[in-house]
């Protein structure tokens, strides 16, 4: 059982904020030591993300309110949807110090489910028959990077991530591919892609909960035969 410091959740929290980068030097080294940290982190962000994009969609659809037309009898709705838009938008933003809290919150309440932030520490996992990722193929000798597959017998999963790195660059590197919200175990690249990526590689496989988080991960180097 590993001690797990707080200073890393902080560290999430001042990412989420927007205070520190993921370019940082230091912040790329503990990332890249703590491998819960930097895949809550890549959850993080991708959930940041949405939640950005749901919120564009809001403005867009409060500001269309004062120019839409009215059908009968719409006239009242669409005139308190249009005053109530109004008063959104006529609402001083918040200061820069609070945003940072309101990120940090958001962390704190994501991560409330991780159990080592909660206790200070987290147990290793361990599986009492063969672990419930597995990959498949391509492995290590493979003839061809035709077919991605692996089996997964944890349960219901929402969904599968897979990515494809360079092995020079480790998984915090940039991937080559990333195909999100799979529902199959299994992938086939097309022709031009198969012929772009590189001799080696390294790729991992990703379970995600209900809620987008990431419930296992796997990886495995794999290098096809010389054609």
Not at 37 to 56: K, N, S, Y
Not at 82 to 110: F, G, I, Y
């Amino acid at each position: 059982m590993s001690e797990h410091p707080s200073d890393h959740l902080e560290l999430l929290a001042e990412l989420l904020a927007g205070e520190r980068g993921a370019d940082e030097p230091e912040v790329e080294r503990r990332l890249r030591e703590c491998e819960p940290c930097r895949l809550r982190w890549r959850a993080l962000r991708e959930t940041a993300a949405r939640v950005g994009r749901a919120g564009a969609e809001q403005r867009a659809v409060l500001e269309e309110l004062p120019r839409a037309g009215a059908a009968a009898g719409e006239e009242r709705v669409l005139a308190t949807l249009a005053r109530l838009s109004q008063d959104r938008t006529a609402r001083p933003a918040p200061s820069r110090r609070v945003v940072p809290w309101l990120a940090a919150a958001a962390v704190l309440l994501v991560a409330g489910a991780w159990v080592f932030f909660g206790r200070g520490e987290r147990p290793d996992p361990t599986w009492l028959g063969p672990r419930p990722l597995e990959l498949v193929a391509p492995l290590e000798g493979a003839s061809n990077f035709e077919t991605f597959s692996w089996t997964y017998s944890g349960g219901d999963a929402a969904g599968f991530t897979l990515r494809v790195f360079r092995p020079e660059d480790g998984l915090e590197g940039e991937p080559l591919v990333t195909i999100e919200r799979m529902k199959e175990s299994t992938w086939t690249p097309d022709a031009e892609l198969l012929r772009e990526l590189p001799e080696q590689i390294l790729w991992q496989v990703e379970v995600l909960d209900e809620f987008q988080l990431v419930r296992a991960s796997a990886s495995a180097s794999a290098s096809r035969s010389s054609r």
